[in-house]
Structure formats: C-alpha cells, structure tokens
C-alpha cells in the first residue's frame, strides 16, 4: 500500500508561485509513474503534469506549459510541483497519483483511472 500526502497549497494573488510537494510511502516510490491532477468546483478531475520513475521524462497539459514543473526527488519519496505565473482558473483542488506501471503519452496519462493511488488534496487558490 503506498499513501500519498501533498502539502504547499495555500492562497496566492494572480502572478505569483507555489511549489506543491507529495509525500510518498514505500520502499517502490521510484518505480512509480506520478502525475498531479486539480479539480476546480463542478468540473472533472484535470491532468496538469506527469514525470516516469527517473525524472526524465515529464508531461504538461496545455493549460499550464511553460508555467509550471513537475519534479521529483527518488531519496526523498517527493515528487514537486512549481507553480508560477499562476491565474484565477488555476484554483482549484491538486491531487498527486501514483501508477506503478508507466503511462503513455495521451489518453492514458489523463485519464484518472490509470493511476492506482491519490493524495487527499491540497487546495490552491488564486486571487484576482
């Protein structure tokens, strides 16, 4: 069993930055594809960003490329989200999920259902 426990979120103004951080159990952290996803109110649960078991390979939504960073840190069991330039319509609530299998690029790295552990959430939100 691998929990999840993310932390950073918090109140922003429009502009500025967090870093969003996910605390993982296991002794297989490394082995595991991990993604972040945010659901703002009344909408579907939204990939934003995807990094492979090494951290050579990341994936961005369109709705945040070249603003935000996903990153991990294998030693620490922590995978991070940056955040900058962060608008209105980033608000929302920001999961981390784990998927013990790789995940490719597309309709299987968005979907929610592919991955086999979550966090609980962090809220994020920004004002105007």
């Known amino acids: 069993q691998v929990q999840l426990v993310e932390s950073g979120g918090g109140l922003v103004q429009a502009g500025g930055s967090l870093r969003l951080s996910c605390a993982a159990s296991?002794?297989?952290?490394?082995?595991?594809?991990m993604g972040w996803f945010r659901q703002a109110p009344g909408k579907e649960r939204e990939f934003i960003a995807g990094?492979?078991?090494?951290?050579?390979?990341?994936y961005y939504a369109d709705s945040v490329k070249g603003r935000f960073t996903i990153s991990r840190d294998n030693a620490k069991n922590t995978v991070y989200l940056q955040m900058n330039s962060l608008k209105p319509e980033d608000t929302a609530v920001y999961y981390c999920?784990?998927?013990?299998?790789?995940?490719?690029?597309?309709?299987?790295?968005?979907?929610?259902?592919?991955?086999?552990?979550w966090g609980q959430g962090t809220q994020v939100t920004v004002s105007s």
């Open positions: 296991g002794r297989t952290f490394s082995s595991y594809f």
């Open positions: 990094i492979s078991w090494s951290g050579g390979s990341t």
């Open positions: 999920a784990a998927s013990v299998t790789f995940l490719r690029v597309g309709p299987q790295q968005a979907r929610p259902g592919s991955y086999d552990y």
